[in-house]
């Protein structure tokens, strides 16, 4: 059973548009958690890192939260761009590497 | 473009063949991994090499091979590979061991392996 859950599976949305991607775990002990953005045919790159004391956290257009009570996170993205097309990875670090099955987004014109 | 270099980009082999993939990377981390990845899932780890020891192998079958001849180079050697082992080879590195604190994987590109 995958301890790192994200929602939804795949999402469409207009240029412009924002979203919301959600993360919820079950793994601990928690160090971290990360989301990484993998374009079709590259390797995931990291976008941000969220610790134990960390809420909000924003990288450009990309804003992460993380509920450590809830063991939830989410990474909004605003004013959307036909760039941002890509799997949107989670992983929560415990002793190991927890990974989601990430969340497919494609931006539309 | 990524920091993390893996050749080849694309690999065809057939069940018989003997073949390498190669890793390198110059920003000093002492951690590097091998990761495999099946369409539309997360990439499974393989391997796990800390400073150019094996640390991790996740019940990898025989037929891969790891190889860490420096700090700086990761090989995957391959030998009697199935259909099924087609996918998206990555190769990570990190400054420490990942899970251990905020060392983030730096994944190269990939090489799509084919086998027929």
């Known amino acids: 059973k995958n301890q790192v859950e994200q929602s939804p599976q795949s999402l469409i949305i207009l240029e412009g548009k924002n979203c919301t991607l959600q993360?919820?775990?079950?793994?601990?002990?928690?160090?971290?958690l990360r989301w990484y953005k993998q374009d079709t045919g590259r390797g995931p790159v990291s976008l941000t890192i969220?610790?134990?004391?960390?809420n909000t956290k924003s990288n450009g257009r990309y804003t992460a939260t993380l509920d450590a009570d809830t063991k939830q996170s989410s990474l909004h993205i605003t004013a959307s761009q036909l760039s941002d097309s890509a799997s949107y990875i989670c992983?929560?670090?415990?002793?190991?590497?927890?990974f989601g099955k990430g969340t497919s987004l494609l931006v539309t014109p | 473009d990524t920091e993390v270099t893996q050749t080849p980009k694309h690999l065809v082999m057939g069940m018989t063949n003997k073949k390498s993939l190669k890793c390198e990377q110059h920003?000093?981390?002492?951690?590097m991994y091998w990761y495999k990845q099946k369409a539309k899932k997360p990439p499974e780890l393989m391997f796990v090499?800390?400073?150019?020891?094996?640390?991790i192998n996740e019940s990898v079958p025989s037929r891969f091979s790891p190889e860490c001849p420096n700090s700086s180079l990761l090989n995957l050697h391959l030998h009697a590979l199935q259909p099924e082992d087609s996918a998206l080879y990555l190769c990570?590195?990190?400054?420490?061991?990942?899970?251990?604190?905020?060392?983030?994987?730096?994944f190269g590109n990939g090489t799509r392996l084919t086998v027929t």
């Open positions: 993360c919820n775990y079950t793994v601990s002990p928690f160090s971290n």
């Open positions: 969220m610790t134990f004391s960390e």
């Open positions: 920003m000093g981390h002492r951690a």
């Open positions: 990570a590195s990190s400054q420490a061991s990942a899970g251990t604190g905020g060392s983030p994987l730096h």
């Open positions: 090499y800390s400073y150019e020891k094996l640390s």
């Open positions: 992983v929560v670090s415990t002793d190991a590497l927890n």
